[in-house]
C-alpha cells in the first residue's frame, strides 16, 4: 500500500506514495498518518487507482527509528492500514526552534500532494533569520565585542545585510580553478546533458561526476562564510555549471528553493575565469533582498508541471521586472576565483551576450542552512541537501 523515496529524512520532509484501491475514490476515502500520539488532518482520496502523494513533516517527529501508519477511512470506518519505519534526523539547534514553530502554530504531522508554502507559518517572527531583524547590526557587533567574528567577517556580514550579498575577492586558489575547468572541458567534449557549446544552456550536478567540480562544491572557504551567516552549518544542494552567460531575467531565488524558516538559504556564484565586459554578465539588485518574497499560491500560480514554465513566466516574471525597476542594478564583473554570496530574496538575472564568443565561466551552488526544511515551492518537490564533511570524493 505505500512506498517511500527514503529511508532516512534529515531536511524535514519525507515523501511517500500510498496505493489506493479504485473503489475507495467514490467513497469519500481519506488517508491519517499517525505516529505515536500524533495525528495528522485527514488527506481526501480523489484519484483512481494511481498513488496517493504525501508528505510528512519529520521536524515534528523524534529522533532516530520511527514508525509511521497509514489508514484507510471511509466514513468513521478504518478499513486498511499499513505501517512503514523511517530514520529521522533532526540536526542542531535551527532544527528544534523549526519543531517548537510547528508545534505552536498547529502545523499538521503530514499533507497531500506538493509541497507547498502554505504549509508552514512564515509569519511566526521567532524564526525571523538575525540578519533579516531590525538589530541585525547590534547582533555583529555584540559577536565582533565577543571575538566570534573578526573584523574582515563583520564587515562582509554588514554588507550582507544592508546590501542583500558579499563578495570574497580571490578566495578559491588557481589549482582548484584549474581542475574544475578541465572537468568542464570534459563536459563540453563528451556533450554531457546534451550539452551544445556556445549555448546559454547549464549544466546540472556536475559536481556527481567531476572530481574538481566536486571539490569545488565542498570547499570549507566558502562554507566557513556561510556557516557564520546562518549560525549554523551550511549544507549544499546542488551545482548549476555555466560556461557561457545564462541571460536570465531577473528573479529572486526563494520560489525555486525554498527553506522554512525564511532566509535559510542562499546562493553561492564562483567565477572560474576573469568575467569580461559583454559576456552576458551577472546583474544584481542591491538592496531588493528586502522586497516580499513571491511564492506560487500568493501569484496564483499552478505548480510547474512537466518543464512547463509558461505560467510561471506569465505571472511572476512581470512582478520581478517591476521590482526590478526601482533598483540600480550592479553589473558584477568579477576576477577568477572570487566568490558572491547572495540572500535568498535578492533579485539577480544575467544580462544578454553582447559577444557570443566569449565564455563566462561559473560555479553556482545553492546552500541551505543545518535544521531549516527544503522544498522547492515553484515545482512542490521536496528537497535535500548534503552534509559537507561526509560525502565520499570522487576518483
Not at 498547529?106 to 538575525?130: I, K, Q, V
Request: include cysteine; hydrophobic fraction near 40%; charge should be negative.
Amino acid at each position: 500500500m505505500v512506498e517511500h523515496e527514503t529511508m532516512t529524512t534529515v531536511d524535514g520532509i519525507a515523501r511517500f506514495r500510498v496505493y489506493v484501491n479504485p473503489e475507495y475514490a467514490d467513497q469519500g476515502a481519506y488517508l491519517v498518518v499517525r505516529a505515536g500520539s500524533q495525528r495528522g488532518e485527514p488527506i481526501p482520496i480523489t484519484t483512481a487507482g494511481g498513488p496517493v502523494g504525501v508528505g510528512v513533516q519529520t521536524r515534528l517527529l523524534p529522533e532516530g527509528k520511527c514508525r509511521l501508519v497509514f489508514e484507510l477511512w471511509v466514513a468513521d470506518v478504518m478499513v486498511k492500514h499499513a505501517a512503514e519505519d523511517i530514520l529521522v534526523h533532526n540536526p542542531g539547534p535551527l532544527a528544534q526552534e523549526v519543531r517548537r514553530s510547528l508545534a505552536r502554530n498547529g502545523t499538521s504531522l503530514s499533507f497531500g500532494g506538493d509541497c507547498d508554502a502554505t504549509l508552514y507559518p512564515y509569519d511566526d517572527t521567532a524564526l525571523t533569520a538575525w540578519f533579516d531583524r531590525p538589530d541585525a547590526h547590534e547582533h555583529i557587533a555584540k559577536l565582533t565585542r565577543q571575538g566570534t567574528l573578526t573584523a574582515a567577517d563583520a564587515d562582509l556580514l554588514r554588507h550582507f545585510v544592508d546590501h542583500g550579498y558579499m563578495v570574497l575577492e580571490r578566495l578559491i586558489d588557481d589549482e582548484l580553478l584549474a581542475a574544475a575547468n578541465r572537468d568542464i572541458d570534459q563536459a563540453v567534449r563528451d556533450g554531457y546533458q546534451g550539452y551544445r557549446y556556445g549555448s546559454s544552456q547549464r549544466i546540472e550536478h556536475l559536481h556527481h561526476k567531476a572530481p574538481g567540480i566536486q571539490r569545488l562544491w565542498l570547499d570549507a572557504r566558502y562554507l566557513r562564510v556561510i556557516d557564520l551567516l546562518f549560525g549554523v552549518r551550511a549544507r549544499p544542494c546542488q551545482t548549476l555549471t555555466y560556461v557561457f552567460g545564462s541571460e536570465q531575467d531577473p528573479h529572486q531565488d526563494t520560489v525555486h528553493l525554498t527553506p522554512f524558516p525564511a532566509g535559510y538559504m542562499c546562493g553561492t556564484w564562483i567565477a572560474l575565469q576573469d568575467v569580461a565586459p559583454d559576456s552576458g554578465e551577472l546583474v544584481i539588485f542591491p538592496g531588493s533582498h528586502r522586497e516580499p518574497r513571491l511564492r506560487m499560491q500568493e501569484s496564483q500560480c499552478n505548480k510547474v508541471r512537466n518543464g512547463d514554465w509558461s505560467e510561471f513566466g506569465a505571472k511572476l516574471v512581470p512582478q520581478w521586472q517591476q521590482i526590478s525597476a526601482r533598483y540600480t542594478p550592479h553589473i558584477y564583473r568579477p576576477s577568477r576565483g572570487t566568490v558572491l554570496i547572495w540572500h535568498e530574496n535578492l533579485l539577480h538575472g544575467g544580462l544578454p551576450r553582447r559577444n557570443l564568443e566569449l565564455e563566462r565561466r561559473a560555479l553556482v551552488i545553492h546552500n541551505f542552512a543545518e535544521g531549516a526544511i527544503v522544498y522547492y515551492d515553484a515545482t512542490g518537490l521536496a528537497g535535500s541537501t548534503v552534509d559537507p564533511t561526509a560525502v565520499r570524493a570522487l576518483g
